[in-house]
């Protein structure tokens, strides 16, 4: 993962290749298998966002519960886990 900014409850991290490069996971205006792979699993596990190019945006709804917004962090961690494989 690459840079990570959040303002309260809007957040936003970007995928990269490698941390030391920043080189994005997409090209510029572009997708790739692994941003795919990590939009399938989120949406398989039931958690929808919005993706740009190598970003994924996280906006939940300010009436979120501790207890969800746990549940949503953890559908992502398995979702990066998904496109790490992708990668390798």
């Known amino acids: ?7 309260g409850l809007f957040g936003i991290f970007e995928l990269v290749r490698s941390r030391e490069t920043m080189e994005p996971m ?3 205006n572009g997708t790739s298998p692994e941003m ?7 949406r398989a ?3 929808y966002t919005m993706f740009h190019w190598n970003q994924v ?5 300010l009436c979120i519960t501790e207890e969800q917004l ?3 962090f ?3 961690d398995r979702a990066l886990d998904a496109t790490d494989a992708a990668i390798a």
């Not at 945006?57 to 709804?61: E, L």
């Open 1 to 7: 993962m690459g840079t990570v900014r959040s303002i």
């Open 45 to 47: 596990d039931g958690l």
């Open 70 to 72: 746990r549940e949503g």
């Open 26 to 28: 997409t090209p510029f």
């Open 36 to 42: 795919g792979a990590l939009e399938a699993q989120l």
């Open 74 to 76: 953890a559908i992502i």
């Open 57 to 61: 945006f996280t906006n939940p709804p």
